[in-house]
């Protein structure tokens, strides 16, 4: 009849549906947001990509705060960027804020501003004078990397 097929159909989309979020899941851990704009741009129908999404998060394949964890890690420890960095690295992900801070909060605890910056400046060897040229070229990299100015001001103070 028309309805079961209508059903199978409809069972079968969302299966495909599944199918590629599974498999864009599988290389990396991925924000809620990154996973629906992926099937958006594959053309998927958005309450059907919103039906996937409730039964990805229910089983927990999706989890938006395991993914916060993970990438803030991965920004501070490897990438060693500064708060305001990291920050705005999350806006594409649509993580909440409530979420997001107790998680910088904890790893910023373990991985001190301070110890960032003098990472970075033995890895860019910049040398320890008084040259001006030198300290605004390291103030702006700094700052590029996401560290407000109390903590570079504070790193500068220890020279």
């Known amino acids: 009849s028309s309805n079961l097929l209508s059903k199978i159909d409809n069972d079968e989309r ?8 599974l498999n864009y899941l599988s290389y990396r851990p991925r924000s809620k947001r990154e996973v629906y704009l992926s099937l958006l741009k ?10 996937v999404l409730e039964e990805l998060v229910a089983k927990g394949y999706l989890d938006d705060e ?8 991965y920004l501070i420890k490897f ?5 305001i960095a990291v920050i705005n690295r999350f806006f594409a992900h649509n993580i909440n804020q409530e979420v997001l801070n107790p998680i910088l909060d904890k790893l910023y605890e373990k991985y001190p501003p301070d110890l960032l910056i003098s990472e ?3 890895k860019k060897k910049y040398p320890k004078t008084s040259d001006t040229i030198n300290d605004k070229k390291l103030i702006n990299y700094l700052k ?3 560290f407000s100015w109390s903590e570079i001001s504070t790193y500068f103070n220890y020279w």
Do not use: M, P
């Open 120 to 122: 970075i400046v033995k």
């Open 42 to 51: 594959k053309g998927f129908n958005q309450d059907e990509i919103d039906k």
């Open 14 to 21: 969302l299966q495909s549906i599944k199918y590629k979020a």
């Open 144 to 146: 590029r990397k996401g």
């Open 79 to 83: 990438k060693r960027l500064g708060r």
């Open 66 to 73: 395991s993914f916060a964890k993970t990438y803030a890690r």
